[in-house]
């Protein structure tokens, strides 16, 4: 399901830092260097060339190559290198942020990562900015938005594959009641969405299609009321039942929009290549006729295109 390609064997974290530190030297930057060494590395063996480096030579590689490089890459590659807890508390943090709000990636963090990343993410925001994303999250939402997300990224969901056929007939009921009666901001719909399991949840929304005819995204879609809480619903359910579907769309609109979203583009690459990128590589060519690799070449230039396509798998479809 990752995209990521790691050599058989691979140098040792203080090989791999002596070659970053020779790629800055110089009168140029080789960034061909740090693309090979880096987009050939998993999160483990990032991390322990971080700590090389620092140890010989006395500076947090991040900072080195901030220093080193500019713009796109420049933000993409920081993005990489970072550890995957570090990496979505980042994230996190500039989605709350006045200028940078985007309550989408809080729904990404909060849906797609396992319970026991999530504790790893909230305790590296916890160390990173000295306060709780609890915190920040209803400082900067209002409403029905800040209904919904608060209780989705304080949420440690059950991992197990238990399915209750009854609690998931009985809460298809009450999801469909709520459609229905245009009440999604309700608690119990709410309560449904952001504590159940993802099997139980699957579950619960198998059902629904099945009892009612339509899926409930469907369903949301056509209640035009409260647009944009309706649209965090849908983006909620996808993510948590088919997070490649999520993912795709997400990618299709970041590529072909009037100008390339390079923040959306460079998110979902550095944050899926180690997890489901192949998946969602396939849901792409299914859903638009073309390659992802193409699409980012036709969109992107020079070492940013090169480190993503490397992400994406060396170009193939």
């Known amino acids: 399901m990752a995209t990521l390609t790691v050599p058989s064997v691979v140098p040792s974290p203080v090989e791999d830092a002596e070659q970053l530190r020779k790629a800055f030297e110089g009168w140029g930057t080789n960034e061909g260097l740090i693309i090979s060494i880096l987009a050939h590395r998993n999160a483990h063996q990032r991390t322990q060339i971080r700590q090389a480096y620092a140890d010989a030579y006395g500076k947090d590689l991040l900072k080195a190559l901030d220093s080193e490089i500019s713009g796109d890459f420049q933000r993409a590659l920081l993005l990489w290198t970072m550890e995957p807890a570090e990496r979505d508390a980042y994230l996190a943090y500039e989605s709350t942020k006045r200028f940078t709000s985007n309550q989408w990636v809080l729904v990404e963090i909060a849906t797609t990562r396992s319970t026991h990343e999530l504790i790893l993410v909230r305790k590296a925001y916890n160390d990173r900015y000295k306060r709780c994303i609890e915190e920040d999250v209803a400082h900067h939402t209002h409403g029905d938005i800040r209904k919904l997300l608060l209780p ?108 390339t979203d390079e923040w959306a583009l460079t998110r979902v690459i550095t944050t899926r290549a180690e997890v489901d990128l192949c998946r969602i590589k396939e849901e792409y060519h299914r859903r638009n006729s073309v390659p992802l690799a193409t699409a980012i070449a036709k969109d992107t230039s020079g070492d940013y295109e090169k480190l993503l396509i490397e992400l994406t798998g060396h170009g193939n479809a």
């Open 152 to 259: 989705l990224v304080s949420t440690l969901r059950y991992e197990g594959d238990e399915v209750n056929t009854t609690l998931a007939k009985a809460e298809a009921k009450i999801l469909r009641e709520k459609v229905t009666d245009k009440a999604c901001n309700d608690d119990d719909f709410i309560r449904i969405l952001c504590t159940r399991s993802k099997a139980q949840l699957n579950a619960t929304l198998n059902h629904y299609n099945n009892s009612y005819g339509n899926s409930i995204s469907k369903d949301l879609k056509a209640d035009g009321s409260k647009d944009e809480y309706l649209k965090l619903l849908r983006a909620v359910i996808t993510c948590l039942t088919t997070p490649e579907k999520y993912f795709e769309k997400v990618l299709r609109q970041a590529i072909n929009k009037v100008g």
